[in-house]
């Protein structure tokens, strides 16, 4: 079967995920002259099941879902993507899955994701391993449709850091060790990951400059695996002996560090039912907006807190050229379960970008709890990888398609019409980007 698929060009996708799900688009008219029946296909054993078709070259939809997976339907829908003809012809298999599927683009090469099917494990854990978890499947074989590169894999992390530096490496070592193993180019750690402790002068007492032995222990790990690393919220020394900076830094796969952001946001809140933090009585806001090209695309830094001030990602997007936007983070359990995911889908949507979010996740110590749910979101808003468990260490996988980015942003033009809009209410995006910082830099000063 799988000769026969290659033979009418049938993208088979979601390998990481089988036998869980696969959706797939072809030409009915090339299968059918390929094979005297249609019915049950088993295709390295991910059960396919024709659900219409019509006489013409149409594209079907060929989908497979397993009863713990996907809603089922008491009667098998028909799904045809270019025809309501009556003609269209329904195979009467029973326990059929009705997918809601959604297509962005009338495109053959289009591939239809399950939206209510949940992410589910590669790989399942042994001897205490992270697991690894995939996310929403892709067409591994698309390419940009502007003749750009085609897609770039990466993991999202999530884990629980604590004030044990060498168990944390040890901890994020591992992570880096299963991205590698399954293809991926570069792989994002959270906010704090090298360090949590239990009050703000641990924090201080901890911190080592980005030449440090520290840091040259996740260069060498980078180097070893030869995979891109997004560290965020590294423990920066400063000038000043009472303050730190909470700094985002990407090293690339020979272990070199190409990009820092210090964090300009910082959370200085009062959490209902939660903690207060003060964030600036130990750590100094960062003044500079950072972008860096790295496989995955060109990525924009930010750091936790940053992900509720849209101007800051509008200006990374629209003024520094990002396709893909970093935001790891250790939310609070309270703002998380309330805010997260609707944030970081908000930030992919107005940006038409790439969000990818690693998470602390869990109990760090007696006074700190991180909220986790680690994810990556599509330019469409789409959450296309994540762990749902928030006490669960591990990776999430997904791909940064550039085609889906292209055509996003082509079929809907926010930025030309941004543009236009400006001569009313002028460029608040830089304006806004400059206010915030001189905010936080005077209360950084006051303290």
């Known amino acids: 079967p799988s000769n026969l698929m290659q033979s009418v060009g049938l993208p088979i ?17 090339a299968l059918l002259a390929k094979t005297a029946s249609v019915g049950k296909l088993n295709i390295k054993g991910v059960k396919l099941i024709v659900l219409a078709y019509t006489s013409t070259p149409t594209p079907v939809i060929l989908a497979t879902a397993r009863h713990s997976v996907c809603t089922l339907a008491s009667t098998p829908r028909i799904v045809n993507a270019a025809s309501k003809s009556p003609r269209a012809n329904q195979i009467p298999f029973q326990h059929v899955a009705a997918f809601r599927t959604s297509f962005l683009y009338s495109s053959s090469a289009t591939v239809s ?99 440090g032995p520290l840091m040259e222990q996740y260069q060498q790990l980078a180097r070893s695996l030869g995979l891109w690393l997004s560290l965020g919220g590294f423990q920066e020394t400063g000038p000043d002996p009472r303050h730190i900076y909470n700094t985002h830094v990407v090293l690339d796969s020979k272990g070199e560090l190409v ?58 997007t629209w003024e520094r050229g990002a396709q893909v936007l970093a935001v790891p983070s250790a939310f609070t359990v309270v703002t998380g379960a309330a805010h ?49 468990d928030p006490r669960v260490t591990g990776i999430a996988i997904a791909e940064v398609d550039f085609g889906l980015l292209a055509r996003t942003r082509e079929r809907m033009p926010c930025q030309l019409h941004r543009e236009k809009g400006r001569a009313a209410y002028g460029n608040v995006i830089l304006a806004g980007v400059s206010a915030n910082v001189a905010s936080a830099t005077t209360a950084a000063n006051m303290d």
């Open 13 to 29: 996708i979601g390998k990481g995920c089988k036998p869980y799900l696969a959706v797939a688009i072809i030409h009915m008219r």
């Open 113 to 211: 994701r399950c939206n209510p099917c949940p992410p589910r494990p590669s790989m399942q854990p042994q001897n205490g391993d992270p697991k690894v978890l995939t996310g929403a499947s892709q067409d591994s074989t698309r390419v940009a449709e502007a003749g750009g590169p085609g897609p770039i894999r990466i993991a999202v992390g999530q884990m629980t850091a604590t004030g044990d530096q060498a168990a944390n490496l040890s901890t994020c070592a591992r992570l880096a060790k299963d991205a590698a193993e399954a293809g991926c180019s570069m792989l994002f750690l959270p906010e704090c990951f090298s360090f949590i402790g239990e009050s703000q002068a641990e924090s201080v007492a901890a911190a080592q400059p980005l030449d």
């Open 259 to 316: 990009a820092r952001y210090r964090k300009i946001h910082l959370f200085d809140v009062d959490v209902p039912n939660g903690p207060v933090l003060m964030e600036s009585r130990s750590t100094a806001p960062g003044t500079e907006a950072v972008v860096v090209d790295t496989p995955a695309g060109r990525l924009g830094l930010t750091t936790c807190y940053d992900l509720r001030f849209p101007e800051l990602f509008a200006h990374l």
């Open 340 to 388: 997260w995911e609707v944030l970081l889908r908000a930030r992919a949507i107005e940006c038409q970008a790439y969000v990818v979010a690693a998470a602390q996740a869990g109990r760090h110590n007696t006074k700190r709890e991180s909220y986790g749910h680690a994810l990556i979101v599509d330019p469409w808003g789409t959450v296309v990888a994540r762990l749902p």
